[in-house]
Structure formats: C-alpha cells, structure tokens
C-alpha cells in the first residue's frame, strides 16, 4: 500500500504556473501507475493526466492538453504535475492517486489527501 503525499498548490494569477508534487513512501511506487484528479467545489472529482510506472506513457484531459504535463522521478519517488497558463477553472483541490490506469476515478484505489490549487486576481 502507497502512501500519497501532494505538495505544491497555493494561490495563483491567471496565466501563472505551479509544479505540484506526489510523494510515495516506498520503494513500490517505482511499479506504479501514477494519476492527477482534481476536484472543484460542488463539481465531481476528474481526471487531469495520468503517467506509467515507466513514464513511458501519459495520458491528459482535454481540458489541459497543452498546458500541463506530467513527469517522474522514479529515484525520488516522486511524480509531477507542471501546470502552465493557469485558469480560474483549474481551482480545485488537486489529487494524486495509484492502483489504476487511465482518468476515470474508479480506476484508482489509493489515493493523497490532496492540495489546493487556487488562480485568481
């Protein structure tokens, strides 16, 4: 069982940037896939981007192609998510979550307790 820890979020301008961090506790995370969610008030959590246990492949949401990209660093134990060109609809609080593949949310069974994420003037 990975044990998730989100960094990173805070509040932002429009057009601003963050990297949010994962952080696993053990050395299975390297075996893992690896995927984003975020969840706004009053809305469903959604699947943001997801990673490989290699990195070799990823996977984004429409809604953030081109904008977000998702990393990792195996030695680190660590995944990220650069978040670029920020929205105010991109304020959520953001999840990251192991066990599954893809961006449904069901796929997933271990999950952070997230950070917030907030872009406002």
């Known amino acids: 069982q990975l044990q998730l820890v989100e960094s990173g979020g805070g509040l932002v301008q429009p057009g601003g940037s963050l990297r949010l961090s994962c952080a696993a506790s053990?050395?299975?995370?390297?075996?893992?896939?690896i995927g984003w969610f975020r969840q706004a008030p009053g809305k469903e959590r959604e699947g943001v981007s997801c990673i490989s246990a290699s990195g070799g492949s990823t996977i984004y949401a429409d809604i953030v192609k081109g904008r977000f990209t998702i990393s990792r660093d195996n030695a680190k134990n660590t995944v990220y998510l650069q978040m670029n060109s920020l929205k105010p609809e991109d304020t959520a609080v953001y999840y990251c979550?192991?066990?599954?593949?893809?961006?449904?949310?069901?796929?997933?069974?271990?999950w952070g307790q997230g950070t917030q994420v907030a872009v406002s003037s």
């Open positions: 979550a192991a066990g599954g593949w893809g961006l449904t949310v069901y796929s997933y069974d271990q």
């Open positions: 053990t050395f299975t995370f390297q075996y893992s896939n």
